[in-house]
């Protein structure tokens, strides 16, 4: 929300001087990282998917409380950022689109090159499909570790179950996907 407010009142404030002004193009990766950064360290309330904030998140995509809620918190965060996205309540329906895909399994898309701070990170923990998506904040070219902002995560390299939205170091074997949903 503050992302939203201060491009509003730097817009007002143009509006208002009644002068020409020049509108640089928007860093839209910057204002969705300023979005999800903003949202650190929001916790649950019980350890069950709940709390005002949590709760929040499943509402807004049609979710409940109680929901698992890494999805939800990407929908929100995208949202606030003023992209328009799908109400997906599943972390795998963020990668179903093929033509989205920079990285698979280890295996880097030419099209898109390394992952970028804003693309999504998908993991399937060794099962069949994606069941935790969250954000990349950092894919250092070399080195087997990247950066990551999540939701319904906890803290620390392995652990994905948790209570809260946290920044973490995931090796990058963990990752299955990457998915570009800001151009």
């Not at 193009?25 to 910057?30: G, K, P």
């Not at 949590?54 to 409380?65: H, N």
């Not at 990668?95 to 993991?123: C, E, Q, W």
């Not at 099962?127 to 990247?146: E, M, N, Q, R, Y």
């Amino acid at each position: 929300m503050r992302a939203h407010a201060l491009v509003l009142a730097a817009l007002l404030c143009v509006a208002l001087s009644g002068r020409a002004a020049v509108v640089q193009r928007v860093d839209r990766r910057a204002v969705l990282k300023t979005v999800y950064d903003s949202q650190l360290y929001v916790r649950e309330l019980t350890g069950h998917n709940d709390g005002p904030v949590v709760e929040m998140y499943q509402r807004m995509g049609g979710g409940k409380k109680g929901d698992a809620w890494c999805s939800w918190y990407v929908s929100w965060c995208l949202r606030m950022a003023g992209f328009k996205t799908p109400n997906y309540g599943r972390a795998r329906s963020w990668f179903a689109d093929k033509n989205r895909i920079a990285y698979n399994h280890g295996r880097m898309s030419k099209a898109y090159g390394l992952p970028r701070t804003g693309d999504l990170v998908g993991y399937d923990w060794n099962k069949a499909t994606v069941s935790h998506v969250g954000f990349i904040d950092l894919w250092p070219a070399s080195g087997p570790s990247c950066q990551t902002v999540e939701g319904n995560t906890s803290g620390g390299l392995l652990n994905r179950d948790g209570q809260g939205v946290f920044k973490n170091w995931r090796l990058k074997k963990q990752v299955a996907y990457v998915a570009v949903w800001v151009e």
